[in-house]
């Protein structure tokens, strides 16, 4: 399977703002719910973000809601997260995948990309 590619991250100071992009797979995006997870320094796993459904319905994680934006693009495979207001406890490798009926990623994981928020 084609592996997505995460990209858009970088240094920023607390407040600044970032978008991240994800370029998926037809296969993968098209049918399915699209999600942004990230993973902390020294986290073992990766924990939910948001997600957006193919009909543009989304959910947030509280800690992001009213900074963050998911969104996507349909005609482009391309999953966005608008971020703003950005906190040091954002800085996280972040990744995308798509989530079966069940709520679990199931597709292969990128590189992520790296969001590191200075205080």
């Known amino acids: 399977q084609v592996r997505p590619v995460e990209s858009g991250g970088g240094l920023v100071q607390a407040g600044g703002s970032l978008r991240l992009s994800c370029a998926a797979s037809?296969?993968?995006?098209?049918?399915?719910?699209m999600v942004w997870y990230r993973q902390a320094p020294g986290g073992k796993q990766r924990d939910w973000v948001a997600t957006v459904t193919t009909g543009g319905a989304t959910n947030y994680k509280d800690s992001v809601k009213g900074r963050f934006t998911i969104s996507r693009d349909n005609a482009k495979n391309l999953v966005y997260l608008q971020m703003n207001n950005l906190k040091p406890e954002d800085t996280a490798a972040y990744f995308c995948?798509?989530?079966?009926?069940?709520?679990?990623?199931?597709?292969?994981w990128g590189q992520g990309t790296q969001v590191t928020v200075s205080s």
């Open positions: 995948n798509a989530i079966n009926h069940r709520g679990s990623p199931f597709g292969p």
């Open positions: 037809e296969s993968i995006f098209s049918p399915n719910t």
